[in-house]
């Protein structure tokens, strides 16, 4: 067995695990930021589907020479407004909406063929100055902006809380997350999927109602 197999076949039964536990289902996401092509057509091939990339032209290039496998590509790094045309063309997800203005030209640019694009507003949990993502009290604006188009499907909430080293801290930072995510299902009781926990933290934030779990490191080694 690969080195890659091993991890891949850990990390799932991992998340398997944690999610038994609270009795939901949780998903994988591979991070294969900074990552040749080669390392996720590995991947894809022992059944993982899902990929999440932090930048555009770096993904474009993964997706043309992976053009004959049939993945999932999420964009889970902050958007820029220049590359709003080619977030909508080119993913499945994007992960990171974080403001108002950016709504308009994804839905605009959004190909009919291909289906609404799949959105996560990504929440500022912890305020962090440097942290890209929207306040928390900003999450309802947005939702509404966001299922009030059709080219656009609000899918949920995701989050990359600060990384205390307190795992306590970081749980009631999943909490927060996921209490915000219960209220705004309330108002949109279609969604269904919460992103948060990484490498380092995923179990925990899976017994906090994370639905997608974004793992780059514990599957593919650290990033060059």
């Keep these: 067995m690969s080195s890659s197999e091993t991890a891949f076949t850990e990390i799932c039964a991992r998340i398997a695990h944690a999610a038994s536990q609270q009795k939901r289902a949780a998903a994988l996401l591979a991070v294969s930021k900074t990552k040749p092509a080669a390392a996720v057509r590995e991947l894809a091939a022992l059944g993982q589907r899902r990929f999440g990339e932090n930048y555009v032209q770096e993904a474009l290039a993964k997706q043309r020479e992976l053009v004959d496998l049939a993945l999932?590509?999420?964009?889970?790094?902050?958007?820029?407004?220049?590359?709003?045309?080619e977030a909508a063309e080119h993913f499945d997800w994007l992960q990171t909406l974080d403001r108002l203005?950016?709504?308009?030209?994804?839905?605009?640019?959004?190909?009919?063929?291909?289906?609404?694009?799949n959105v996560l507003i990504q929440v500022n949990v912890?305020?962090?100055?440097?942290?890209?993502?929207?306040?928390?009290?900003?999450?309802?604006?947005?939702?509404?902006?966001?299922?009030?188009?059709?080219?656009?499907?609000l899918r949920?909430?995701?989050?990359?809380?600060?990384?205390?080293?307190?795992?306590?801290?970081?749980?009631a930072a999943f909490a927060r997350l996921r209490g915000l995510f219960e209220t705004l299902q309330r108002e949109h009781p279609g969604l269904d999927t919460l992103?948060?926990?990484?490498?380092?933290?995923?179990?925990l934030a899976i017994a906090e109602g994370a639905t997608l779990v974004r793992i780059g490191s514990a599957l593919f080694g650290a990033r060059s």
Excluded: Y
């Excluded at 203005?101 to 694009?117: E, Q, T």
């Design 195 to 203: 992103s948060m926990g990484m490498s380092e933290d995923f179990e």
């Design 126 to 153: 912890d305020d962090e100055t440097s942290k890209s993502g929207c306040r928390p009290e900003a999450v309802g604006e947005l939702a509404r902006a966001v299922a009030a188009e059709p080219r656009l499907q």
């Design 72 to 85: 999932e590509w999420h964009l889970i790094g902050p958007l820029q407004s220049n590359k709003c045309r």
């Design 101 to 117: 203005k950016l709504i308009a030209p994804l839905a605009r640019f959004r190909p009919a063929a291909r289906g609404p694009l």
């Design 156 to 171: 949920g909430l995701m989050a990359i809380p600060a990384p205390h080293a307190d795992f306590g801290l970081r749980r």
